[in-house]
């Protein structure tokens, strides 16, 4: 498993990576993205709501965080429904939010007692999960402003994010400039393509943290949502959700998702790995390895919608967590409360804690290097 990080992207989607179908809902045409004001920042600083429309799909964004603020998607008989969780206002997601939507860095995931080594230097993080690290630390790329750019043209229309993150922010070292560009393609799919170089030596690991709930945002729980995930094994973790560094085989147990089966399925069995994390939340080990362009890794579905996703993505690893920690305390953009299971999360990343384990594919970036990574989300309906 010494699969390099290095991804160098082609331009565009790979010629048929995927074939989708919304039927007349694909007629929507890509237009120019929209801005209006969605609140402000106790300091005063103005968020905006960007709307970007195409291939029957409409996406949502926050200038704060680069937040999915929703995604609408048409089920079988062509009528959409917003399939994030997210809130309705700006301060829950500045004081409330478990990462809905929100893009991730530096560090995706966790890093163990929030310490890494890099070329004979130890770097400290700070602490926000018990004694770990996770999702860049107490301010990661979530909570900070993004400069958004909108863009229609022949690959789709969309909107490039780009933030500079100073050398230190959170203990990580480099100052690393980041863009991440969402597009939305006529044929219903939505494109995330991350890059970053850096002045120093760091490690790096983007992702999303979209909450999907494919019957519709606030509908109750996806334990009925069906999974078909390419992976043969699985990164086992510690009581604190540290990978303890094996690539444990999922053949005869509940991460077991080679064929399809619902989510629910399994996910009360006493297996002392979902003890740990009360549910799923680990790394999937994907079959296809680090790839150039975007491969298969799953196909998720909802059976009274007809909802398919389905995602394909230069990345080794995705990161399944089923929603545990939801505990019906927050209220999201529809007026309902979240409980747990009400949605999931799948964040196409490296592994957890990478940087503590020479053995996983790495997360260095170096001067003169470009981190490139890509994630599709095909959308379709059976």
């Not at 540290?242 to 297996?271: C, M, N, W, Y």
């Not at 999937?284 to 394909?312: F, I, N, Q």
């Not at 953009?333 to 957890?352: I, K, N």
Request: aromatic content about 10%.
């Amino acid at each position: 498993m010494n699969t390099s990080r290095r991804t160098v992207m082609a331009a565009g989607l790979a010629t048929g990576l995927v074939a989708t179908s919304l039927g007349t809902a694909h007629a929507a045409s890509g237009g120019t993205p929209t801005r209006t004001l969605f609140g402000t920042l106790d300091d005063g600083t103005p968020v905006h709501l960007w709307t970007v429309a195409n291939g029957g799909i409409r996406l949502e964004v926050l200038s704060y965080g680069g937040i999915v603020h929703r995604l609408d998607v048409p089920d079988r008989h062509g009528h959409r429904a917003n399939i994030a969780l997210g809130f309705d206002n700006l301060a829950d997601y500045v004081a409330k939010s478990p990462y809905f939507g929100a893009l991730i860095g530096r560090y995706g995931n966790r890093i163990a007692a929030g310490r890494f080594t890099l070329d004979g230097h130890t770097y400290q993080l700070p602490l926000n999960d018990s004694a770990n690290s996770l999702h860049g630390g107490t301010k990661g790329f979530d909570k900070h402003m993004w400069q958004v750019e909108p863009f229609t043209r022949r690959s789709g229309s969309g909107l490039v994010l780009s933030r500079i993150s100073p050398d230190g922010e959170m203990g990580y070292p480099g100052t690393l400039k980041v863009q991440v560009t969402y597009t939305l393609t006529a044929r219903g799919e939505w494109r995330i393509d991350y890059a970053a170089t850096t002045d120093r030596a760091t490690v790096i690991n983007l992702t999303s943290h979209t909450y999907f709930n494919l019957a519709g945002e606030g509908s109750g729980p996806v334990h009925d949502h069906t999974l078909e995930l390419a992976a043969a094994r699985y990164t086992p973790v510690d009581a604190g959700l540290i990978p303890t560094g094996e690539l444990a085989r999922v053949s005869g147990t509940p991460f077991d998702f080679r064929r399809t089966k619902p989510i629910g399925r399994d996910i009360r069995q006493g297996h002392r790995q979902l003890v740990y994390a009360k549910g799923f939340d680990h790394n999937w080990v994907l079959d296809k390895g680090s790839t150039l362009d975007p491969a298969y890794a799953l196909t998720l579905a909802e059976p009274h919608s007809g909802r398919v996703m389905r995602m394909y993505t230069t990345e080794p690893g995705m990161q399944f967590y089923s929603g545990n920690f939801l505990d019906g305390t927050l209220v999201g953009t529809s007026g309902r409360t979240y409980r747990q299971g009400d949605a999931l999360c799948l964040e196409a990343q490296h592994f957890p804690d990478s940087p503590n384990h020479p053995a996983f594919p790495s997360t260095v970036l170096r001067p003169g290097e470009t981190y490139r990574t890509s994630t599709v989300h095909a959308f379709s309906t059976r």
